[in-house]
């Protein structure tokens, strides 16, 4: 597989692509709960695949590096960043503050410092200002396409694409939720861009394969509700693991292709193409 081959490249022996989306996973949730700024949760797994690119660790430290990368993003980006304290709860108390420092200190080591990332959101509002629809429109949209390129951070696939890339992916799978396919917002995200239309429909339908992943792996709600680290929780006050609930987008895609597919029928000259073999919901496999 493609994302073995990635994860391997990365000079690791013992880390596989399964570990990485889990523990990316994970660093979601946290990045939720403490209601943190939208470009930690991107910059800290930037953080992670830089490091993952330099040295070898073994399975057991991957949550650790997790945990550090997410604190030294918080400090970069937030006024009142999470305590390391908070952190080793998150971890079930699986590593100790000392080893928190430590793996902290590392990573700045082997980044040499080098901490100011570009990301997928540093380019969302430089794209959608110069987008043809109204502010109102803006700002559903940009919730959308924070919560795909936020999905996509959790994907191997997308550790070797360019940020810009992820962004103008992002918004155009966002624009093509709420919307429907529009050929003329894909001609003008290329002309923003410069970016080719073929590359950005490329990545639009591997951003689609993520998101409808996402969407399989989620199961209906239980009665019951697990309580946080933070104490007993109500599901009114549980928080999405995104900046859109991928619930709200898995409603809205299921309406859009109800619609899409009641159109279909009603067309005597519908070609069947490729495309809709391509996107079914693909389940992890552990």
Known sequence: MFQERLISNCVQTDIQSYMRKMVTEWMAEVCSEQRMEEEVFPLSVNYLDRFLCLRDIKRTQLQLLGAAC???????KET??????QLVVYTDNSISLDDLTKMESLVLQLLKWDLSAIVPNDFLDHILHRMP????????????AQTFAALCATDCNFMLTPPSMIACAAIGSALKTLRGHSGQDLYSLHVITRIDME??????EQVETTVRSCMSMLSPPSAEHTPTKSGEATPQQEQPT???DVREISIMMESQNQAASASQQQSLQYVHHPYHQQHQAVPYVY
């Open 199 to 204: 590359l950005i429909r490329a990545c639009m």
């Open 242 to 244: 995104t900046p859109t």
């Open 80 to 85: 009142s960043p999470i305590s390391g304290e």
């Open 133 to 144: 629809f109204d502010k109102c429109d803006v700002r559903v949209i940009k919730k959308h």
């Open 70 to 76: 997410m604190f030294l993003a918080s400090k970069l």
